[in-house]
């Protein structure tokens, strides 16, 4: 009986066929468990993993967007700001010329206008004074002719007396307003008002 | 036949035939039962003994469980895929990632096999009409200890060089000169002959008294519920304990399991890591 032959066995020495058996189912079960099992397990960990950092990394990036969305509108409205103000500027600087520009233009026609006047005065005044010239002459020798009793009028014009006078006059006028104006340009003003 | 259903019939036939032998307690021959068939290959003698076929059947069972766990992984989990999961975890993070360190991860796999197949074929030593474990028979539990011892002075080898993992083995760093006369042959005792030994014995121990445990007192209240007098209430008593050592067991089964493996990742952290 097996049981004669088992009391003389030392439980501690294996037969060789065992070990060997154990070795090979060990081996089968660790192949198939190492091969099916374990890598679905990884496989699994890995997608739970993915599925919880995946959520999380969908709201950072919906985040990072609207971060960035905001970082872009607020750009904008620097930039329209700016450019309100350098229009703003502009405008001004513009206005500026302009104004400038306006205020050279008034002072011209002013320059101008005050310049015609006086050109039409001295005109005027030429006139006037070429009148009395004439005018002077002719009384001066009447009321001389009559002191004298006769009539000077022809002697007095061949000898030129009464103009030499007259120019004797112009020229202490000329002395008493040096500016020149009133006979040295009268006669091209006076052309230009006659125009 | 079991064997236990030998001695349980030795007893039977010792209370009915009225010898004078009384009470037969179990022997060794528990661990020896008849082989079911048995031949010869290349010189090597082949017994298919109910302990081998016990041992296919718990692996098989373990296999077909855990194939059918991981079959249909889902992110979210069914049951089985959830208890299958928790086992795995428990050596992946518990022994591989957090014993043997950030190089430990490779080895989840073999660890997680490890202590599934432990599992399973110590669970055999409670479940009905199987009721002993393959690991009770020492084959088994050397085999893995020498896979065990094979694979961390690989791994030692490997990952410090041979001169560096011998040395280190001999000489631990640290020792002063005048104590590795007494340290330097402990040490190579301890790495290259104690460790895979104790390793082993003490799964194959534990399971082998745990069942010697469960067939005295099984064995003791039949004998004592069928003798004379107030023994019937010592039988109730011994029945209660074999009951109550069989919870034990379930203890022994889980924690000797853990133990193995824990260990295993214990000397592996020692071969992956240089000593300090």
């Known amino acids: 009986m097996s049981n004669l032959a088992a009391e003389s066995v030392n439980p501690l020495l294996p037969p060789v066929g065992e070990i060997i058996i154990g070795t090979i189912t060990f081996a089968i079960a660790f192949f198939v468990l190492a091969r099916f099992v374990w890598p679905r397990f990884e496989q699994v960990f890995r997608a739970r993993r993915e599925a919880i950092e995946g959520g999380i990394e969908r709201a950072e990036t919906m985040q990072a967007e609207a971060q960035a969305a905001l970082e872009q509108y607020r750009a904008q409205l620097a930039e329209a700001r700016t450019e309100a103000a350098q229009i703003r500027d502009q405008a001004r600087a513009e206005g500026q010329q302009i104004l400038e520009e306006l205020r050279a233009q008034a002072q011209e026609e002013s320059a101008r206008i005050i310049a015609r006047g006086e050109e039409q005065l001295a005109a005027s005044r030429q006139q006037v004074v070429n009148q009395l010239r004439g005018e002077i002459g002719a009384l001066a020798v009447d009321l001389a002719g009559r002191v004298v009793g006769e009539s000077l009028e022809d002697q007095a014009r061949r000898s030129g007396t009464v103009d030499r006078f007259l120019d004797q006059l112009d020229g202490m006028a000329a002395g008493a307003s040096p500016d020149g104006r009133g006979g040295a340009t009268g006669s091209s003003v006076y052309a230009q008002g006659d125009r | 036949m079991t064997s236990s259903a030998h001695a349980l019939v030795d007893v ?10 009384g009470f037969h307690a179990p022997t060794i ?16 003698d082949f017994e298919i003994t109910r302990i081998t076929i ?63 197949f432990i599992l399973a074929n110590n669970f055999m030593s409670i479940v009905p009409f199987a ?5 009770s028979k020492f084959a088994f539990p050397l085999v893995l200890a020498v896979i065990v011892w094979v694979l961390y002075n690989y791994i030692g ?35 290259f002959i104690i460790r895979p030994f104790t390793l082993a014995v003490r799964l194959f121990a534990n399971m082998f008294a745990g069942h010697m445990l469960l067939v005295v007192f099984s064995l003791g209240a039949v004998y004592l519920l069928t003798a004379g007098g ?47």
């Open chain 2, 12 to 21: 039977l036939a010792a209370e009915g035939g009225g010898e004078e032998g």
């Open chain 2, 29 to 44: 021959a528990e661990f020896y039962p008849e082989p079911v068939a048995s031949f010869s290959l290349l010189g090597i």
């Open chain 2, 54 to 116: 016990i041992m296919w059947i718990a692996t098989a069972a373990i296999l077909t469980l855990l194939v059918l766990a991981a079959r249909k992984a889902a992110v979210v989990p069914g049951k089985l895929q959830y208890i299958g999961e928790s086992g795995y975890s428990l050596v992946r993070d518990g022994m591989a990632r957090d014993v043997i360190g950030p190089k430990g991860l490779p080895f989840a796999s073999f660890l997680a096999s490890l202590f599934f």
């Open chain 2, 131 to 135: 009721q002993i474990s393959p690991n």
């Open chain 2, 157 to 191: 080898i490997r990952e410090q060089g041979a001169g560096r993992y011998f040395k280190d083995a001999a000489i631990p760093p640290g020792v002063p000169v005048g104590a590795l006369i007494l340290v330097t042959p402990i040490e190579l005792l301890q790495v």
């Open chain 2, 230 to 276: 107030i023994m019937p209430i010592f039988g109730a008593a011994s029945f209660l304990m074999a009951l109550v050592m069989t919870f034990f067991e379930l203890l022994v089964i889980v924690l000797q399991a853990y133990v193995f493996v824990i260990l295993t990742a214990t000397y592996l952290n020692g071969a992956v890591e240089p000593a300090h």
